[in-house]
């Protein structure tokens, strides 16, 4: 079966550095996305990969790894406002997207 | 305004009636999403539609039903409303199949 798994929850503190993890199984592969979601708002665009390698943009910064069903998202100088939940979703060869349940990250000052 | 919107915000329903969510996109985006989002599940798609008149289900598509006449719009209907169907929609739209997705704000329903 299709599955994307990542931390429900994890603790930082502000201007540190975090790494939220994600593993995937899908059918085929298109890609790896990343959505930042804060609480009672919409999912917005963090990343996609498709190569293996890292993405940096800006704070925020992706890694891919194919081989081993891999990714993480890197956030670095954590501000309060980066509390919300990160979503992490596998495409599929039929470009479907499988979603994780996503993890919520807590930012302590 | 630009962009993706969606109606109601907010929807309260009986069991067994009817209800339709509205969903409007100003992009011309060809690909076009309904999800729901539950506590401790992802979110899951219920149909999906890849241009006017092109839909097709997603993961969980029972109990919903959408059209899709016009590039825009993209509307869900709960055909007779179950307790189960509380959530939270969103629908979402993106330019090609494998691009970045653009969601609403969402419809919380609430079926009692």
């Known amino acids: 079966g299709q599955n994307i798994d990542q931390p429900t929850e994890m603790t930082a503190t502000e201007g540190a550095i975090v790494q939220i993890n994600c593993t995937y199984q899908t059918s085929g592969f298109n890609g790896l996305f990343w959505y930042q979601q804060h609480a009672g708002e919409a999912p917005t665009f963090l990343s996609y990969?498709?190569l293996d390698g890292l993405e940096e943009k800006g704070r925020f910064s992706s890694f891919l790894s194919r081989s081993k069903g891999y990714s993480y998202l890197l956030l670095k100088e954590l501000q309060m406002k980066d509390s919300a939940s990160y979503l992490c979703a596998g495409m599929d060869s039929n470009y479907q997207l499988i979603w994780g349940a996503g993890t919520k990250l807590i930012i302590k000052p | 305004d630009a962009g993706i919107t969606q109606s109601p915000r907010y929807k309260i329903t009986e069991t067994g009636r009817q209800v339709t969510l509205m969903c409007h996109q100003t992009?011309?985006?060809?690909?076009m999403f309904w999800y729901r989002q539950d506590l401790g599940h992802g979110l899951r798609l219920i149909y999906y539609s890849a241009a006017a008149d092109i839909t097709d289900k997603g993961e969980v598509p029972d109990g919903y039903v959408v059209s899709r006449s016009k590039t825009e719009n993209f509307p869900l209907t709960l055909e007779s409303a179950t307790r189960s169907q509380t959530s939270v929609y969103f629908c979402a739209s993106s330019e090609r199949e494998n691009t970045e997705a653009f969601f609403g704000q969402g419809t919380r329903l609430t079926v009692v």
């Open positions: 992009w011309s985006h060809s690909y």
């Open positions: 990969n498709v």
